[in-house]
């Protein structure tokens, strides 16, 4: 496996790393069972100082680390600043409200009568497995909650953002938290698995693809170790007739181009009502011509690249399938954007029929697809024919009915008048093929917690 970085704008390749040897590897599981000891000793409030002090660190150095997410996927520079921003609330959630998620639960009334209670402990290591399209958020909402928790987090990030891998740990080192409490390591898969084998690690989370997941979720399985899976979505933007047209466009597009469409949760399918569907579909049209590709650092770039050639190749073929397998262009250029770099040219699609190759596929990238639906009904069979099930939106300006429908959606969270966003104060994750598992929230600190119970 190849830990390099090239540039998304242009190609060039800037900088790469070694692999981790296996001593690298052994040395990291001994700091991270030393830290998981020692940890059991130290006050959680102790803990919380230390998270707040890598919150500040990348607070201080906001653009130094947002820089890293340009140059290694792409992101747009403003959307960068933005990640380090969230990356950095995720912490201060758990600073302030990491110590009352692990308050002993009182269980007396449960238990007949008999005193009994509920205890929040650590359990081990966790290796985590993460994703580059959202380099820092995605490595906190492990990170954060697991350090509070008194478990170390060692990471295996993609190979295309090891800068960003490297940034990550130098700033938990720059705020002077303990040797072994995180640790990022160039891996390969092998190694990965043979982590998740050692009796030190007892947890696995992971946030990637499909295919991703049921690679790692076999070998937790197989070593019976917890694991919780983030995968992919085809999540619904939900337009019924009596929307607000101004807010729905807004957040449909936002909702779909932002970070070039590179996020699980982005608005893939646009399931729009008869009433309100031509309005909609001329709207969208002059908001996606609005984007302007170009170099990721400049601040007057609106759409980025993709994160690399072999991800606008990956797409470009699926759009060959989506077209051949009889859907249609309603707005965009699918002509594939020749150069070095990664461009896309973002697209309006209609006509995906279940037959289709693509239809239950993710496109990862700046693609719509609209569908013209009638009734409630029909809403809520096509936004459930799908084995994914992760987020999505609706919008509707009755907000009993919009939550009624809501309801309704297979899905593990949905968003009302609004495009769909993680918080740290709201539990995240997905199910069916878009996984299990929860983080943020008190829920995604109990993820990887011994919940004991304690009778008498």
């Given at each position: 496996?190849?830990?390099?970085?090239?540039?998304?704008?242009?190609?060039?390749?800037?900088?790469?790393?070694?692999?981790?040897?296996?001593?690298?590897?052994?040395?990291?599981?001994?700091?991270?069972?030393?830290?998981?000891?020692?940890?059991?000793?130290?006050?959680?409030?102790?803990?919380?100082?230390?998270?707040?002090?890598?919150?500040?660190?990348?607070?201080k150095?906001?653009?130094?680390?947002?820089?890293?997410l340009?140059?290694?996927?792409?992101?747009?520079?403003?959307?960068?600043?933005?990640?380090?921003?969230?990356?950095?609330?995720?912490?201060?959630?758990?600073?302030?409200?990491?110590?009352?998620?692990?308050?002993?639960?009182?269980?007396?009334?449960?238990?007949?009568?008999r005193?009994?209670?509920?205890?929040?402990?650590?359990?081990?290591?966790?290796?985590?497995?993460?994703?580059?399209?959202?380099?820092?958020?995605?490595?906190?909402?492990?990170?954060?909650?697991?350090?509070?928790?008194?478990?170390?987090?060692i990471?295996?990030?993609?190979?295309?953002?090891?800068?960003?891998?490297?940034?990550?740990?130098?700033?938990?080192?720059?705020?002077?938290?303990?040797?072994?409490?995180?640790?990022?390591?160039?891996?390969?898969?092998?190694?990965?698995?043979?982590?998740i084998?050692?009796?030190?690690?007892?947890?696995?989370?992971?946030?990637?693809?499909?295919?991703?997941?049921?690679?790692?979720?076999?070998?937790?399985?197989?070593?019976?170790?917890?694991?919780?899976?983030?995968?992919?979505?085809?999540?619904?933007?939900?337009?019924?007739?009596?929307?607000?047209?101004?807010?729905?466009?807004?957040?449909?597009?936002?909702?779909?181009?932002r970070?070039?469409?590179?996020?699980?949760t982005?608005?893939?399918?646009?399931?729009v009502?008869?009433?309100?569907?031509?309005?909609?579909?001329?709207a969208?049209?002059?908001?996606?011509?609005?984007?302007?590709?170009?170099?990721?650092?400049?601040?007057?770039?609106?759409?980025a690249?993709?994160?690399?050639?072999?991800?606008?190749?990956?797409?470009?073929?699926?759009?060959?399938?989506?077209?051949?397998?009889g859907?249609?262009?309603?707005?965009?250029?699918?002509?594939?954007?020749?150069?070095?770099?990664?461009?896309?040219?973002?697209?309006?699609?209609?006509?995906?029929?279940?037959?289709?190759?693509?239809?239950?596929?993710?496109?990862?990238?700046?693609?719509?697809?609209?569908?013209?639906?009638?009734?409630?009904?029909?809403?809520?069979?096509?936004?459930?024919?799908?084995?994914?099930?992760?987020?999505?939106?609706?919008?509707?300006?009755?907000?009993?009915?919009?939550?009624?429908?809501?309801?309704?959606?297979?899905?593990?969270?949905?968003?009302?008048?609004?495009?769909?966003?993680?918080?740290?104060?709201?539990?995240?994750?997905?199910?069916?093929?878009?996984?299990?598992?929860?983080?943020?929230?008190?829920?995604?600190?109990?993820?990887?917690?011994?919940?004991?119970?304690?009778?008498?």
């Amino acid at each position: 496996m190849s830990y390099r970085v090239v540039s998304p704008y242009n190609g060039k390749i800037l900088k790469e790393f070694s692999v981790a040897t296996d001593e690298e590897v052994e040395q990291t599981l001994t700091n991270a069972n030393n830290f998981y000891q020692q940890a059991k000793e130290q006050s959680i409030e102790q803990r919380a100082e230390q998270l707040s002090a890598l919150a500040d660190e990348f607070t201080k150095r906001t653009d130094y680390y947002a820089n890293f997410l340009t140059t290694n996927m792409g992101k747009l520079i403003s959307e960068a600043r933005g990640e380090v921003k969230k990356t950095v609330a995720f912490a201060r959630y758990y600073v302030d409200k990491g110590a009352a998620a692990l308050e002993d639960q009182d269980y007396t009334a449960m238990a007949g009568g008999r005193k009994a209670h509920l205890e929040f402990s650590s359990i081990g290591a966790v290796v985590a497995v993460e994703p580059w399209n959202f380099p820092y958020t995605q490595v906190m909402r492990v990170f954060a909650p697991n350090f509070i928790l008194g478990n170390p987090v060692i990471l295996k990030h993609a190979s295309i953002v090891p800068e960003c891998a490297q940034a990550f740990d130098e700033a938990c080192q720059a705020a002077g938290l303990p040797t072994g409490a995180f640790k990022n390591l160039f891996v390969t898969y092998d190694q990965v698995n043979q982590m998740i084998s050692d009796p030190r690690v007892q947890g696995v989370a992971l946030t990637g693809s499909e295919k991703a997941g049921e690679l790692i979720a076999a070998e937790a399985g197989h070593n019976l170790k917890k694991s919780t899976m983030e995968l992919g979505g085809t999540d619904v933007c939900i337009v019924l007739n009596d929307a607000d047209l101004k807010k729905a466009v807004a957040g449909a597009v936002s909702g779909r181009l932002r970070n070039a469409g590179q996020a699980c949760t982005s608005s893939k399918r646009y399931l729009v009502q008869s009433g309100i569907y031509d309005e909609f579909l001329a709207a969208i049209k002059k908001e996606f011509a609005k984007y302007q590709q170009g170099d990721p650092l400049d601040e007057k770039t609106t759409l980025a690249p993709l994160s690399s050639k072999n991800a606008q190749q990956q797409l470009q073929k699926q759009i060959k399938a989506v077209l051949d397998g009889g859907a249609k262009v309603l707005w965009g250029d699918p002509t594939p954007v020749e150069g070095p770099g990664a461009f896309f040219n973002p697209l309006i699609i209609s006509g995906m029929t279940y037959d289709n190759p693509m239809y239950d596929h993710e496109l990862f990238g700046p693609v719509a697809q609209l569908y013209r639906v009638d009734d409630e009904k029909q809403i809520v069979e096509l936004a459930n024919h799908s084995n994914y099930g992760l987020g999505g939106a609706i919008y509707s300006e009755d907000l009993n009915k919009a939550r009624k429908l809501a309801s309704k959606i297979e899905t593990g969270q949905i968003a009302v008048n609004q495009p769909l966003s993680s918080l740290p104060e709201l539990p995240f994750g997905g199910i069916k093929k878009s996984g299990y598992g929860r983080e943020l929230s008190d829920l995604g600190i109990r993820e990887f917690a011994n919940i004991k119970t304690v009778l008498g």
